[in-house]
């Protein structure tokens, strides 16, 4: 098993900045992709982005390319989303995934973190 834990929501003005974090436990040995998704109220839960467990690839849906950046820390068992230009519609709870490839479909990630609040302000 996998334990995630996502960190770094909060409340922004349009056009602002955060960081979101995630850091994985438990079954850690094995070499896993980790992902980014995010579920607005009354909406399905859409990607955001993923890396592989190299870091050499990664993923962003066409809404927050550009704008939002993944990597890895050197610890390869966290992630993290920098989110820059951030507008209202990226409101949302986003979660942090894993799984051993990445990729952009929810039904691929058996592991889920609990999610963190971004609130952007118009």
């Known amino acids: 098993q996998v334990q995630l834990v996502e960190s770094g929501g909060g409340l922004v003005q349009a056009g602002g900045s955060l960081r979101l974090a995630c850091a994985a436990s438990?079954?850690?040995?094995?070499?896993?992709?980790m992902g980014w998704f995010r579920q607005a109220p009354g909406k399905e839960r859409e990607f955001v982005a993923a890396i592989a467990w190299t870091g050499l690839m990664t993923l962003y849906a066409d809404s927050i390319k550009g704008r939002f950046t993944i990597s890895r820390g050197n610890a390869k068992n966290t992630v993290s989303l920098q989110m820059n230009s951030l507008k209202p519609e990226d409101t949302a709870v986003y979660y942090c995934?894993?799984?051993?490839?990445?990729?952009?479909?929810?039904?691929?990630?058996?592991?889920w973190g609990q999610g963190t609040q971004v609130t952007v302000s118009s």
């Open positions: 995934a894993a799984d051993t490839v990445p990729s952009t479909r929810r039904t691929d990630y058996r592991y």
């Open positions: 438990g079954r850690t040995n094995s070499n896993y992709a």
